[in-house]
């Protein structure tokens, strides 16, 4: 697949890329280079492939337990706050 100019203008404003005349080209071919090597990807044999969970055969992920590690400590926090209601942390209004 071949980038057309418009294109990697469209892919420039949406990057926030200011790219001059003379990189223009560049970004063409370089761009329409790596398109054409991912669209590759779509010749590869991948019939009768199963999804796999880990790269090594019969490994497993490890999990940890799900369980409460810390206790609530909110009170403990809230002692260096200087104004706390309810426990909640009251602050200036800043908005009008």
Do not use: C, F
Not at 39 to 63: C, F, Y
Request: net charge negative.
């Amino acid at each position: 697949m071949s980038l057309s100019r418009r294109d990697i203008d469209n892919i420039a404003h949406l990057a926030r890329l200011a790219l001059s005349e003379a990189e223009i080209p560049v970004y063409i071919d370089s761009l329409s280079r790596i398109i054409g090597l991912v669209g590759e990807l779509d010749n590869a044999a991948t019939a009768g492939v199963e999804p796999m969970s880990h790269p090594l055969a019969g490994q497993k992920q490890r999990l940890r337990a799900d369980s409460v590690a810390d206790s609530d400590q909110h009170e403990l926090y809230q002692r260096n706050a200087p104004q706390v209601m309810a426990g909640l942390y009251l602050v200036p209004k800043v908005i009008e």
